[in-house]
Every structure is written in C-alpha cells, then in structure tokens.
C-alpha cells in the first residue's frame, strides 16, 4: 500500500520530466553517473573500464573543467556516453542567488553544445542541492534534475574496496541511479569490482539521456 501510494505520488508530483531520483524499470538496468570531471588521467582509465565491460553512462561535468580539458569532452562523447550538467564551478547553491545558479547552468550547457552540437537536458545540483524555485525553473527550460538513488560515498576517500563491500552489503535495485565521483580513481578500482557483479546479477547498464525536442 504504501509503495503503491510512493509511486503514485512520484507519478504526480514528481514527473520523469522535472525530478528523477531512480528510474522505473521493467528490465534489471542499473544507470551510472560520474559527477566533478572531466579530470586527465582519471577519465581516460576509466572510458577504457567502460569500454573493457561494454558500459554506457553518465558524466555529470564542470563546465570550468570541461573548458580547459575540451578534448575529454570530445572522447566521452565520441565513445558515446552522455554529457549531463553539473554546473560551470561547483559553487554551494545553497550560498548563491538563483540568478547565479542559472548561469552556472547556462554556461555549462552552452560548453556542451559546442562539443556535442546537441541541447543538455540534464542537470544535476552541486552537492545534490536543490530548492523548488531551481526546479521549476529548469522545468521551464525542459531541463530534468537528476538526483540519485545511491550513493557509492567515495568522496569519503576510503579504498576502492571499502566502496564495493558497501554495495555488497546493501544490494542495488533496477532502477538505481548510482552517483560516483570520477575526480579521483579510486572509483575505477571499485567499479573493475562491481560492474562484472552486476553483470553476472543480471543487470545491464543504461546512459539516461538528454531529450531533443
Ligand atoms: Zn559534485
């Protein structure tokens, strides 16, 4: 019953469109998604992880990273990824005027249509930061927030290990969007670990996807 009702309230309120914390799924799918690069020397080994398992996901860039490394930017895409917003410096949204938040969304978008030629309809807040007026206001743009359902808690910088016992303990769901950080490898080892898991449970890997209108 009170599942039902979750989902009937998520349904309602919180349309695929304007806020996505997990997605519904029939088949197992598990969506990965790698916030604060593109950084060099991690990215680069961990496309390679991707490709050695066959993997699509999803990078969550800084725009102020994205622009010094334009060249990442282009091998994420290329290898067919997906290039999703995480804003342009990473401020404390919580710490900045709404206006300020906006242009940190534009100016990330705008990096990534240079790249990719294509609109970025995905956004996800520094530290997971969101208020309604942000929401709405990316709704308006057709912009959907993107949270996540679990999160790998490396930035506690605990051994790659650590990160995948985590995950063995409390299994992931389909649906699952799973944040990671790929500013540091330690993500790669702890993933080498996982992804063949997954694989061997069923799962199968998703990229969500920005929507062309
Ligand atoms: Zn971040």
Not at 146 to 162: G, I, Q, T, Y
Request: hydrophobic share 40%.
């Amino acid at each position: 019953m009170l599942l039902k009702l979750k989902y009937l309230l998520r349904a309602i309120i919180l349309p695929d469109r304007l806020f996505l914390l997990s997605k519904t799924q029939k088949e197992k799918t598990l969506y990965l998604t790698f916030d604060d690069g593109p950084v060099p020397g991690v990215v680069e080994r961990l496309l390679d992880l991707l490709d050695k398992y066959q993997v699509k996901v999803t990078f969550f860039i800084l725009g102020s990273r994205a622009e010094k490394n334009p060249d990442l930017l282009h091998e994420i895409h290329k290898r067919a990824h997906t290039l999703a917003n995480h804003s342009y410096s990473h401020p404390e949204f919580h710490k900045i005027s709404h206006a300020e938040k906006m242009i940190e969304v534009e100016k990330t978008n705008l990096i990534i249509k240079q790249v990719t030629g294509e609109s970025c309809t995905l956004f996800r807040a520094p530290q997971g930061r969101w208020d309604m007026h942000l929401i709405f206001a990316l709704l308006l743009k057709k912009i959907t927030a993107v949270h996540w359902s679990r999160d790998s808690m490396d930035f506690l910088k605990e051994p790659a290990n650590k990160i995948a016992d985590r995950f063995l303990k409390h299994p992931v769901k389909s649906g699952d969007i799973i944040l990671f950080h790929d500013d540091h490898e330690r993500c790669i080892d702890a993933l080498d670990v996982l992804i063949p898991q997954w694989l061997a449970q069923g799962y199968s890997f998703s990229a969500l996807e920005n929507k062309h209108s």
